[in-house]
């Protein structure tokens, strides 16, 4: 009896067993070792353990270093390895031991393989949230005593463009236009830090999401048009629920999004915008698709981090706005880049009708 319930304890472990002989041929593993490399029992049984760890596709290239441990008898704790298994990406950790007889010759070993994938996710977002707390705490306390100083100057250079326009001073009139539009971007981005501290302000309502689009098409359009850019927008289904959230800040998520897949493809291109239920109705989803050069790899996992950007004269806030607006809300945006192009997905929970 005993013995069964070890058994089924190995079996159902959420955590990869590969039990090897002397030889470094798998001469057993547990369920959770086959979803974690991708293996099937059958075709690796009494396989060298190349069979069973050259599975997954290797990205982190140690891999090879780890079998060459396995082979020469090498004890190792906690080595880090991100492989895919079909199309999903892991981060995880294995750990070998080998194993002794009485006279002390080596008779097998054992791998562990520890799946980490949702623990860093969870770390990632923790350390991305204290970052914005912090950023907020700053915005919260120094973002007016900006602003005052900046009205003041604003103020004086409008007054000397107007006289350097009426004594005909052309060029001189170009300097303050200048700084007139750099004033105004300064003002943009202490805008953009006050977001991130304006939790506690959300003012939760239902709201319908096609309203707030029948807002924000004419503005999408304009900017679009300067750009060459196609917009498409569609909503499917006749009548969709309403979602709980401040109707300015979802805006302002829309908004940023579209402004960056319109940037992202410079000149030309088509954004396509669409609005649907998913996961059973329990969820609206908001897409939205520039057909740009899409995000590298190396650079996605660092998108949503404050002052990370790719553009020459861009902030690094906006889509860690994106991100705190929907987290006050309960929602939460997906990125996925493919060959043609960038999607962001916003899933926000729908209210029962």
């Known amino acids: 009896m005993l013995q069964q319930c070890a058994d089924t304890l190995v079996t159902d472990l959420q955590l990869g067993i590969v039990l090897l002989d002397a030889d470094c041929r798998v001469a057993e593993l547990n369920r959770s070792a086959q979803m974690l490399t991708g293996a099937v029992r059958q075709?690796?049984?009494?396989?060298?353990?190349?069979?069973?760890?050259?599975?997954?596709?290797?990205?982190?290239?140690?891999?090879?270093?780890?079998?060459?441990?396995?082979?020469?008898?090498?004890?190792?704790?906690?080595r880090a390895v991100t492989w895919t298994v079909g199309e999903e990406r892991l981060n995880v950790r294995i750990d070998h031991q080998p194993l002794g007889g009485?006279?002390?010759?080596?008779?097998?070993?054992?791998?562990?393989?520890?799946?980490?994938?949702?623990?860093?996710?969870?770390?990632?977002?923790?350390?991305?949230?204290?970052?914005?707390?912090?950023?907020?705490?700053?915005?919260?306390?120094?973002?007016h005593e900006i602003r005052n100083p900046l009205t003041s100057i604003r103020g004086f250079l409008q007054v000397m463009k107007h006289a350097l326009q009426e004594k005909g001073e052309l060029k001189e009139q170009g300097y303050t236009e200048i700084m007139l539009r750099e004033i105004d971007r300064i003002n943009n981005l202490v805008g953009e830090f006050l977001l991130l501290s304006r939790s506690r302000n959300v003012c939760m309502r239902p709201v319908r999401v096609e309203d707030i689009w029948r807002e924000l098409l004419p503005i999408i359009e304009n900017e679009a048009i300067l750009?060459?850019?196609?917009?498409?927008?569609?909503?499917?289904?006749?009548?969709?629920?309403?979602?709980?959230?401040?109707?300015?800040l979802l805006k302002q998520v829309f908004l940023n999004l579209c402004k960056n897949g319109i940037e992202a493809m410079g000149d030309g291109g088509l954004l396509s915008i669409r609005v649907r239920m998913i996961s059973g109705g329990e969820?609206?989803?908001?897409?939205?698709?520039?057909?740009?050069?899409?995000?590298?790899?190396?650079?996605?996992?660092?998108?949503?981090?404050?002052?990370?950007?790719?553009?020459?004269?861009?902030?690094?806030l906006g889509l860690s706005v994106c991100k705190r607006i929907l987290q006050d809300i309960g929602g939460k945006v997906e990125p996925l880049s493919h060959d043609d192009g960038t999607t962001f997905t916003v899933r926000i929970p729908a209210l029962p009708e």
């Not at 750009?227 to 300015?248: I, M, Q, S, W, Y």
Request: charged share 25%.
């Open 227 to 248: 750009h060459n850019t196609e917009v498409r927008f569609r909503v499917e289904g006749e009548t969709l629920p309403c979602v709980k959230a401040d109707k300015e």
């Open 283 to 316: 969820e609206l989803a908001v897409e939205v698709r520039d057909t740009g050069p899409g995000i590298p790899p190396h650079t996605m996992d660092k998108i949503f981090d404050p002052f990370f950007t790719t553009k020459e004269n861009g902030t690094g």
């Open 102 to 143: 009485w006279t002390g010759r080596n008779v097998g070993a054992y791998c562990l393989i520890r799946d980490m994938t949702q623990l860093e996710s969870l770390e990632m977002q923790v350390r991305r949230s204290d970052r914005l707390a912090m950023i907020g705490q700053i915005a919260a306390g120094t973002a």
């Open 43 to 78: 075709d690796v049984l009494c396989e060298p353990i190349e069979s069973l760890l050259e599975t997954p596709v290797d990205e982190s290239g140690v891999v090879s270093s780890l079998l060459a441990k396995i082979h020469n008898g090498t004890p190792f704790r906690d």
